[in-house]
């Protein structure tokens, strides 16, 4: 998990509240992106940002939202539109082309 | 031991076994092709990647192999050992400006047997 942290690493919700959730990286990469991961599923991704001020949809962005004001820091926000939070996000940065290293991640779950 | 990811999603080996784990892809136009580790609880691991011109790569303990011609990806673990339990997914990966995105398969968990 070198370089990346998250935080918290579970998370609670009631219905209907807004959640953060923080990823921190000090590998200096420019990339960073967020994905949800169901149960005995792969990855999907969320939300993802090239650079300070710039980012893009993932293939499930519906009910969440990011912001990258700084090259450090890319938090998801886990809107009371997402019908279906609970889950474990990961957080990644891209190196060079293809090495993704991803953080340990944060299990939300609705109460 | 060996097994298709995406329709068997399970595999059990004996420790000091070779395991190989299979992935099919759809997508001829990825860039790359790379293999994660995944143990429970943790964010995947890069393990090993290749790119899309090359047939096989080799790494410590693990060989690649990509065949183009069936769209099959498979991760070779030789020597098995307890700590190789995990689940192991391949990723496609598509290079664009602006991004370069990674799309996940579903995953193999692999148990090795003591």
């Known amino acids: 998990d070198g370089g990346i942290t998250q935080s918290p690493k579970y998370l609670f919700r009631k219905e209907g509240q807004n959640v953060t959730l923080s990823c921190e990286q000090n590998l200096n990469h420019d990339a960073m992106y967020w994905y949800r991961q169901d149960p005995g599923q792969g990855l999907r991704l969320i939300y993802y940002?090239?650079?300070?001020?710039?980012?893009q949809k993932g293939d499930i962005a519906e009910g969440y939202s990011v912001s990258r004001e700084k090259k450090e820091s890319f938090p998801l926000t886990v809107t009371s539109a997402q019908k279906n939070p609970t889950a474990f996000y990961l957080c990644a940065t891209l190196a060079g082309v293809n090495e993704q290293f991803f953080g340990p991640g944060t299990r939300l779950t609705v109460l | 031991g060996e097994s298709v990811g995406l329709h068997l999603p399970t595999l059990s080996v004996q420790e000091g076994d070779n395991s190989i784990i299979n992935c099919a892809y759809s997508?001829?136009?990825?860039?790359?092709f790379i293999w994660y580790k995944q143990e429970s609880g943790k964010g995947p691991q890069f393990i090993i990647d290749?790119?899309?011109?090359?047939d096989k790569r080799q790494g410590q303990r693990v060989t690649v192999l990509l065949n183009k011609t069936v769209k099959h990806l498979s991760l070779q673990i030789a020597a098995t050992q307890p700590g190789d339990s995990a689940v192991y997914f391949c990723?496609?990966?598509?290079?664009?400006?602006?991004?370069?995105?990674?799309?996940f398969g579903t995953g193999t968990r692999l148990t090795v047997i003591p």
């Open positions: 940002s090239q650079i300070v001020n710039d980012f």
């Open positions: 290749i790119r899309s011109n090359m």
């Open positions: 990723a496609e990966l598509r290079l664009k400006a602006g991004a370069n995105n990674l799309f």
């Open positions: 997508n001829s136009a990825s860039d790359y």
